[in-house]
T-cell receptor
Framework: AQKVTQAQTEISVVEKEDVTLDCVYE???????LFWYKQPPSGELVFLIR??????QNEISGRYSWNFQKSTSSFNFTITASQVVDSAVYFC????????????FGTGTRLTVIP | DTAVSQTPKYLVTQMGNDKSIKCEQN?????MYWYKQDSKKFLKIMFS???????INETVPNRFSPKSPDKAHLNLHINSLELGDSAVYFC???????????FGPGTRLTVT
């Protein structure tokens, strides 16, 4: 059975600090997809990144970076030089190749960036 | 240009009523989904439709029924509303299953 664990329920950082959000997943599929979504206080869900299980290359997009490690079943998300606008709930999610391909979400990490 | 839209944004109703939430996407995607987000922010899949065919149906009460008049629309109809149905409901779409899903703004349903 699939499972996504985001052990950090809430994190607070001071503006300009770096912060890493952890995500650990479980799946029996050899082909799967991992995602991060952002939910700001306004409530919408914003897609950030998709990574397939065959691509372990780390990715950087501006101040955001993602570290995918199959050996530890982790897909961590780092925000560099955090800003107040980064305050949101961040969700990690898993989709498996077999079955219905729906997203299984973690419980989310609430990030608060203090000015 | 809204990619995935939902109406209404807020819905307040009494127990026992029947209500519908509409969802439309203009992305040309083949797959659409409904998710429920509870008060603790937990997101759970309810349904998905691919080319107008239901491809998953999680263990949700049969009071909930998705209806897709065409590929661009997936509406959610709820019969005999209960207090526990209060939540935010999100519609989403993706070009094919396993690709990223794009979410609508959500509908906050409050059952009194």
């Amino acid at each position: 059975a699939q499972k996504v664990t985001q052990a950090q329920t809430e994190i607070s950082v001071v503006e300009k600090e770096d912060v890493t959000l952890d995500c650990v997943y479980e799946t029996r599929d050899t082909t799967y997809y991992l995602f991060w979504y952002k939910q700001p206080p306004s409530g919408e869900l914003v897609f950030l990144i998709r990574r397939n299980s065959f691509d372990e290359q780390n990715e950087i997009s501006g101040r955001y970076s993602w570290n995918f490690q199959k050996s530890t079943s982790s897909f961590n998300f780092t925000i560099t030089a955090s800003q107040v606008v980064d305050s949101a709930v961040y969700f990690c999610a898993l989709s498996e190749r077999t079955g219905a391909n729906n997203l299984f979400f973690g419980t989310g990490t609430r990030l608060t960036v203090i000015p | 240009d809204t990619a995935v839209s939902q109406t209404p944004k807020y819905l307040v109703t009494q127990m026992g009523n029947d209500k519908s939430i509409k969802c439309e996407q203009n992305l040309g995607h083949d797959t659409m989904y409904w998710y429920k987000q509870d008060s603790k922010k937990f997101l759970k899949i309810m349904f998905s439709y691919n080319n107008k065919e239901l491809i998953i149906n999680e263990t949700v009460p049969n009071r909930f029924s998705p209806k897709s008049p065409d590929k661009a629309h997936l509406n959610l109809h709820i019969n005999s509303l209960e207090l526990g149905d209060s939540a935010v409901y999100f519609c989403a779409s993706s070009p094919i299953p396993s690709y990223e899903q794009y979410f609508g703004p959500g509908t906050r349903l409050t059952v009194t």
